[in-house]
């Protein structure tokens, strides 16, 4: 069918919204409230366009095209209905951009500054909420709140965690958790996919780049510095580089201007959990289970399953996180190789995550009083940083990391895509069950955005089964299937947020997903390119073991690399 | 409330969906006087929802309460005739009397506090009603002596 939009003639398909219509023609309505692949809700009316011929203004985000509708998304008319949205959603609004974490990067104060907005033409009285600083992850500040709702589709419809909902009525309506308590007695997993959605500044990370700064400025304080493998591929973005754009060089060589005096990659930590994994897999392997065997890198899917699925503990590994085993191998053994104090270190993590803040500060994670990670910053704090300092990242020179840890194989880096730690783990564990090379390394049955993959490998006699799963919602589904035993798995890979780390709560803000897209392929480019390319081939990983760590399984990796879990009363 | 009481009245509502939520929280309020975290989070249970979910449907509605209601329950009429014979100032006096919102219970127990939209006593307007009686006609200077006579009657 033929829809007119802005004069132009379009063709439409059945069902199809004007505002898709319209995107693919690339005008640009504005939104709010709209969530690409979900249901249209139709709360936030900024997207209306002009009707010709009836003069309605209709929300183009939820009005099916039809054949012969002309529309204008621009008329007088529309704008400033528009316009008086915004003015409207001001009217309660804080008005202290200046101070705010979304300065710069808030999509109301964006249409605010598009539409003309110039002047406070509605004075309601402003909202007083309670700031929720009780997670060690995510600030909510419901004063900034708009109540658009995406931050509870998202955690609902996406996350099937469901920690927050519209509480109240009327004009005392707001977002909340159940009996109006903080998200660190909810169910909240700290995933920040509410605050990669939220259009203003009701909902952030926790900003901990002071605690890096006082430590930078002391002179006696060894700063030691490790970076996530899905960073050096995102990070370019908010220094106006082509997405996907892998910097990890000038990233290294920003981080020695601003002062840290060790630099080791994430990768490292994540080529270690390799081996430590794939040796768990193995001996289930070889001693019948129990399985499935679950991935224990994403700390928002450890929490999700010690608060929803405790009955699967014994079968998620007890692999700490690849940023907790570097951080470990940093404090106990690095300061000891290198006579330094570690109470004199400071061990500063860049992560694509908000929930590695909580994972850092759990039990286990620190030797006596001396925390193995003493800071996480997400991507965009650390982004914030290097703006702070002044760096002109065209003009950096690339540098290498710091040694010993400073070698990674691809297999650790490909970690930030979900897939790359299923990928990377059979990698290493057909080789410790065949003693031969994996024939052809790349598994790109587990590679993508889908949200549930499943993969079958030919290990020697053994046939393993696989499944890897991003976001949640996509987790619970599958878990169910697995309880209710039809569906049976060697092997799962489960990362909290849809597509890995690349699009984590930590990460650059974007919607689109083409975005997203060029984040994963510079990984596997990476990988492709990569000489090393698995994590047993490693050398300084295996000069490690020999040194320190023994064998993969050993006593001593078991202390300091290994960790267990809880079963978690929260408001459910 | 025991757990029985309320895993008794789930009975009554075997395989029910989440249609069936408001009269599940409104049976469970008649019971126990008010909805606690544990039944919130076990008719969710039973009806397949989150308690962020539950909360968010019972808080759009006046009737739910979150608290034990107080000894006393203080009802003030918010209604037209109240409203212009001057209400407000009465609602506001009895708040700074107890320290607390409407909807919420004293920390002492003894008191709760309602508003309600018409008594149905607009000739003694403004009114309020402590437990059912009434108290007509007030100015905001009595609250604070109708307060003290009920605290002195608490056990």
Same mark, same amino acid.
């Given at each position: ?70 529309? +204008? ?20 609004? =804080? ?40 997670? =060690? ?37 707001? #977002? ?36 890096? /700064? ?20 995102? &990070? ?62 994403? =700390? ?21 996180? =690849? ?9 106990? #053994? ?9 109470? $004199? ?25 001396? *925390? ?14 290097? $703006? ?44 410790? &069950?065949?003693? $031969? ?6 598994? $790109?049955?587990? *590679?993508?955005?889908?949200? #549930? ?28 299937? &697995? ?18 780390? &690349? ?15 060029? *984040? ?46 809880? +079963?978690?009363?929260? /408001?459910? | ?19 069936? @939520?408001?009269?599940? @929280? ?10 606690? !975290? ?14 962020? !979910? ?30 212009? !014979? %001057? ?35 607009? %000739? ?32």
């Amino acid at each position: 069918m033929k829809v007119t939009i802005n004069n132009r003639v379009l063709e439409a398909s059945q069902g199809e919204t004007v505002l898709t219509v319209a995107a693919r023609a690339g005008i640009s309505i504005p939104t709010l409230c709209h969530m690409e692949g979900l249901a249209p809700t139709g709360a936030c009316r900024i997207c209306v366009v002009e009707e010709i011929g009836s003069g309605n203004l209709i929300p183009s985000c939820s009005q099916p095209a039809y054949d012969g509708m002309e529309i +204008k998304t621009h008329s007088p008319k529309a704008l400033n209905a528009r316009k008086t949205i915004v003015e409207l959603l001001l009217a309660n609004h =804080p008005d202290d951009c200046l101070y705010c974490i979304r300065n710069g990067c808030c999509t109301l104060q964006d249409y605010s500054e598009e539409l003309g907005v110039r002047q406070r033409k509605f004075k309601g009285d402003r909202s007083t909420y309670d700031l929720d600083v009780s997670s =060690p992850s995510i600030v909510r500040d419901p004063d900034k709140c708009i109540l658009c709702g995406k931050c509870v589709r998202v955690c609902e419809e996406i996350q099937g965690v469901s920690a927050i909902d519209f509480v109240g009525r009327g004009s005392e309506t707001h #977002i909340g958790c159940a009996f109006e308590e903080g998200l660190n007695v909810s169910s909240c997993v700290y995933c920040g996919q509410c605050i990669m959605v939220c259009p203003t500044g009701a909902l952030a990370e926790k900003d901990e780049t002071a605690r890096v /700064l006082t430590a930078l400025r002391n002179p006696e304080i060894t700063v030691v510095v490790q970076h996530a493998p899905a960073i050096s591929v995102t &990070i370019a973005e908010d220094f106006g580089i082509k997405p996907g754009t892998d910097i990890v060089e000038k990233m290294n060589g920003a981080m020695r201007r601003m002062g840290f005096d060790y630099i080791f990659p994430t990768s490292f930590g994540a080529d270690l959990t390799v081996i430590e994994e794939a040796n768990e897999l193995v001996q289930r392997v070889t001693s019948g289970g129990p399985f499935p065997l679950f991935t224990s890198c994403s =700390p928002g899917w450890v929490k999700f399953m010690e608060e929803f699925y405790p009955e699967l503990m014994d079968n998620v590994s007890s692999c700490k996180s =690849p940023q907790q085993m570097l951080g470990a191998v940093v404090k106990r #053994i690095w300061t000891e190789d290198q006579k330094l104090d570690p109470k $004199k270190v400071f061990h500063v993590s860049i992560m694509p995550c908000t929930a590695k803040k909580f994972e850092c500060d759990r039990p286990g994670m620190r030797d006596g009083s001396i *925390r193995d990670v003493d800071v996480v910053l997400t991507t965009r704090e650390f982004d914030r940083m290097i $703006k702070m300092f002044g760096i002109d990242l065209e003009q950096v020179d690339g540098e290498p990391a710091d040694n010993p840890y400073g070698q990674r194989s691809s297999a650790g880096k490909i970690f930030g895509a979900s897939g790359g730690v299923m990928e990377a783990a059979v990698r290493t564990a057909y080789q410790m &069950i065949t003693g $031969k090379e994996l024939p052809n390394l790349e598994i $790109k049955t587990v *590679r993508g955005f889908e949200g #549930i993959k499943e993969t079958e490998v030919k290990v020697g006699d053994l046939v393993l089964k696989a499944a890897v799963v991003s976001g949640l919602g996509n987790a619970r589904k599958l878990l169910d299937s &697995i309880i209710a035993g039809e569906k049976t798995y060697h092997f799962v890979e489960v990362m909290t947020c849809p597509g890995g780390c &690349i699009a984590g709560g930590g990460q650059p803000f974007t919607s689109n997903p083409d975005v997203i897209r060029s *984040r994963m392929m510079s990984l596997y480019s990476i990988d492709s390119a990569a000489e090393v390319r698995t994590a047993h081939s490693n050398e300084s990983l295996k000069k490690l073991y020999k040194d320190h760590l023994e064998k993969p399984g050993s006593h001593i990796a078991h202390e300091m690399l290994h960790t267990t879990y809880v +079963k978690r009363e929260v /408001l459910k | 409330m025991s757990l029985e009481r309320i895993n008794e009245i789930l009975k009554t509502y075997s395989n029910a969906g989440r249609d069936k @939520l408001i009269p599940l @929280l409104q049976d469970v309020q008649a019971e126990q006087g008010f909805l606690s !975290k544990e039944s919130v989070q076990v008719i969710g249970r039973h009806l397949g929802l989150p308690a962020s !979910k539950i909360f968010g449907v019972a808080t759009f509605y006046n009737q739910f309460r979150f608290e034990p209601m107080g000894q006393f329950h203080i009802q003030v009429c918010r209604g037209t005739a109240c409203h212009v !014979k %001057g209400s407000l100032p009465i609602l506001e006096s009895i708040q700074k009397e107890l320290e607390i919102q409407p909807g919420r219970t004293s920390k002492d127990g003894v008191f709760s506090l309602e508003v309600v939209a018409c008594i149905g006593a607009c %000739g003694l307007a403004p009114v309020i009603a402590v437990n059912g009686e009434f108290h007509a006609r007030l100015e905001s200077d009595q609250v604070a002596g109708i307060i003290e006579s009920y605290r002195k009657k608490a056990v």
